[in-house]
């Protein structure tokens, strides 16, 4: 989750040639195009809008108007494939199929980045739908741009039993993440992806399927869960959801509360809908 491998940058300069090729760009807008999104790159997802202000407006209307080529059967289709490539989930919610593709920098603003592949990421319908044209683009991680955070632990669950019901909230590490401006940037963008409410039902899918089905009996929940745990971080990486409840769970089941917990969970088994998020 959060973080997929980023396109190439020889990649985005060579979908640019083509673009000349196709006519859709002329010899010198081209050049321009190249400088901007080496920009891009180099400023790691984004460019000012006086950067962007340099391509002739003429063109960036026209490479705009292009980006229609880029759906599946159209001539620049095989840059759409190429991107959701070895995508099995959408980055920024780690729950929907990666089906269509966003504009880290809104096209609508930015209409000359309509085509370039760095500024492309692979999304699901209900993210791109949220993500609209409303918040500011870096309200929302880039998934190409993240630093490394490779062993660090930033998203974190936490599960209260509430008489016998269990709750699990989900916030991020301020401290973990060392960095003002990124910790405020995942904690808007978990907001306005809307992802406490929609993470409600797979949480519950989850627990069902992977944590109660996964251990013959609850007296086996203990080893299980660590099991489960170091396949999550191999599968979904340290900041999943799915790692962060496990995580958690496994943590609770050491504590004094265990006993209740794994009694909460028992029963979930059979009223499925007894969690609250
Ligand atoms: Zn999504």
Avoid at 228 to 247: F, K, P, S
Wanted: glycine share 6%; proline share 4%.
């Amino acid at each position: 989750m959060w973080k997929i491998r980023k396109p190439e940058l020889t990649k985005a300069l060579s979908d640019i040639d083509d673009f000349v090729k196709k006519g859709i760009v002329n010899d010198k807008e081209a050049k321009a195009l190249e400088c901007l999104t080496k920009q891009y790159d180099a400023q790691k997802g984004e460019v000012t809008k006086r950067q962007h202000n340099r391509i002739p407006s003429e063109a960036a209307e026209r490479i705009h108007k292009h980006y229609s080529d880029t759906n599946i059967g159209n001539r620049l289709d095989y840059i759409r494939k190429e991107l959701a490539d070895g995508v099995t989930k959408c980055p920024y919610c780690a729950i929907g199929l990666p089906e269509t593709l966003d504009h880290y920098m809104p096209k609508t603003i930015y209409k000359a980045l309509a085509l370039c592949r760095l500024n492309l990421v692979p999304m699901c319908w209900g993210c791109n739908h949220l993500k609209g044209h409303v918040h500011p683009y870096d309200e929302y991680i880039h998934p190409y741009y993240l630093p490394d955070l490779r062993g660090t632990v930033f998203l974190i669950a936490e599960i209260r039993l509430t008489g016998k019901i269990l709750d699990v909230t989900f916030s991020f590490d301020a401290k973990a993440l060392r960095n003002a401006g990124l910790y405020k940037q995942f904690v808007s963008h978990w907001k306005n992806m809307n992802l406490d409410n929609r993470l409600r039902k797979s949480v519950i899918d989850f627990l069902h399927s992977e944590v109660l089905t996964g251990a013959e009996e609850t007296s086996a929940l203990p080893v299980y869960l660590d099991m489960l745990l170091a396949r999550l971080i191999r599968i979904y990486g340290l900041n999943d959801w799915r790692t962060a409840i496990v995580r958690a769970l496994a943590e609770k089941l050491k504590s004094e509360e265990g006993e209740a917990v794994v009694a909460a969970l028992a029963a979930m088994g059979r009223h499925s809908l007894d969690i609250n998020l």
